[in-house]
């Protein structure tokens, strides 16, 4: 699958390092909550599931994790260790994160507010409902921004 990375300006100074998000300039949607992991337990496996419609941005403030995600086409592993990146995660791809450093605080951008309702946590439905072309057209025009 194709793996869609944010390059967030820096603005740095003998003071330190800046970085802003804001909602359709560099995110490329309307940011309606946001939240972060932190204080991870060692050799934990979080995520677990697909959104049917949640868009989100996910950004590692501080530390390092690694994402797996799927699309149905197979799993593609994404490290994220840089502040000045963003990793967008759209709807109808199964995600894993695991490898959290102990520091890592993983910020995410969504573009929803939180419905359990919205979650496939059954990897076997995440793929039924790919095959079966469930919501093509959100498909294509998340991958068509
Ligand atoms: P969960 O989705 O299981 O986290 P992860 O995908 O990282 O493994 O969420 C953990 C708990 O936090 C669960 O009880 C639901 C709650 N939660 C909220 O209340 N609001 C939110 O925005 C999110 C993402 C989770």
Known sequence: ?????????KHGDSRGMLVALEQDRNVPFEIRRVYFLFATTSGVHRGQHAHRHLNQLAVTVRGSVTFLL????????????????GLLLGSMVWREMYDFSDDCVLMVLADQLYDPADYITDYAIFLREIRANVIPAEIAAWHGR
């Open 1 to 9: 699958m194709e793996i869609e990375r944010i390059q967030l300006q």
């Open 70 to 85: 799927d699309d149905g086409s197979g799993p593609v592993e994404v490290v994220m260790n840089d502040p000045s990146q």
